[in-house]
């Protein structure tokens, strides 16, 4: 009976974490449908090329397909901005649409990139077997694909969680100028509660604004490393703005959650020192700030065990999901 039981919690546990979802079919299963440019105003599935790397040391790394969902506002404009969407650890949810239908009422153009698809991964459970730097990969190259459209000119990049630390390490140029075949730069980047376990040198220079959302409770991605570059960076001439909300845990917008659940094995990545605090060199590798090196799935899961306690909440915040909404909204309009 004890091990039903143990077996219900963990699958709850995975329903809960990555919310519902439908088996998914494969839309780059044709190369020849893979778009090296685009010139439509159409929603669509678009297949594209990107580097299946764990970190910026693209050396015998291979290109992999994967795909985003291109979005259009309802109402057909001559120019549009348009915003890149990178999820977390989960994958593609259902909450991710409110964003998306947020986004082209206010007339954005969305391109959504599911991570995972193409990498045989559904869920990552275990925080590592790709990295941010992989979501970030993805999202220069869809930059680079958004940008030959003719009616796109300016272009956001938002994520969410482990996909929020690309937003982040986008605001760097150590981290920008060893991208590999990276023609343009993103013109705003918003992190949704975040993993802000990365820094720089305090002289580090900086590109485009960023904006920081962090639940003020949440002990999955604790705000105090997020606090930590807000407050070593903001004084920089590309200002970080860093917006803590009170009472709200990871997951916040996430309306699945909505009666809030605990699970004792999921990490806590309070621990904060120059063992825990990732960095990029100069040839692109993670590291720590101890000169540990992070090379793939396995360093990552080590260090994730050392730098963490078990144990996290996560719950559904209304109004943390509604100011996070206003505050992005107006942050897109200022760029």
């Keep these: 009976m004890l091990e039903v039981i143990k077996l219900i919690s963990v699958l709850l546990m995975f329903l809960i974490i990555t919310g519902c979802s439908n088996t998914k079919i494969n839309p780059c299963s044709d190369e020849t449908k893979v778009y090296s440019s685009i010139n439509i105003e159409i929603d669509k599935k678009v297949c594209f090329k990107s580097i299946d790397s764990y970190d910026l040391n693209y050396n015998k790394k291979p290109e992999i397909i994967i ?3 291109l979005i259009f506002p309802k109402i057909k404009k001559s120019e549009y901005d348009a915003v890149i ?4 650890s989960g994958g593609l949810r259902k909450y991710h649409n409110s964003y998306v239908d947020l986004l082209t009422n206010n007339g954005y153009v969305v391109f959504q990139i599911d991570h995972y698809l193409n990498r045989g991964i559904k869920y990552d459970k275990t925080f590592s077997k790709v990295s941010g730097i992989t979501f970030m990969n993805d999202a220069f190259r869809a930059l680079n694909l958004i940008k030959t459209h003719p009616k796109i000119k300016k272009v956001a990049y938002i994520g969410w969680s482990q996909g929020g630390v690309g937003p982040i390490l986008s605001h760097f140029r150590q981290a920008t100028d060893l991208i590999n075949n990276s023609k343009y730069l993103f013109d705003a980047s918003v992190a949704i509660y975040p993993y802000c376990g990365f820094t720089f040198n305090e002289e580090a220079k900086t590109n485009n604004p960023l904006l920081i959302l962090t639940g003020r409770s949440d002990d999955l991605t604790p705000e105090q490393a997020c606090i930590n570059i807000y407050d070593k960076f903001s004084t ?3 200002k970080i703005k ?3 909300l009170e009472g709200a845990k990871h997951g916040y917008d996430n309306p699945f ?3 809030g659940f605990t699970f004792d094995k999921l990490p806590s990545l309070h621990i904060i020192n120059d063992e825990c605090t990732l960095t990029i060199s100069k040839i692109g590798e993670i590291k720590t700030i101890s000169n540990e090196k992070v090379k793939g799935p396995n360093e990552s899961a ?6 963490s306690t078990k144990g996290v909440s996560v719950k559904y915040s209304p109004h943390a999901t509604e100011k996070t909404y206003i505050e992005i909204i107006e942050f897109l309009k200022t760029i």
């Design 302 to 307: 080590k260090l994730l065990d050392k730098c």
């Design 85 to 88: 969407l990178s999820h977390g």
């Design 236 to 238: 920089n001439e590309n």
């Design 257 to 259: 959650l909505f009666f």
């Design 67 to 69: 795909y985003g969902n």
């Design 242 to 244: 860093h917006i803590s």
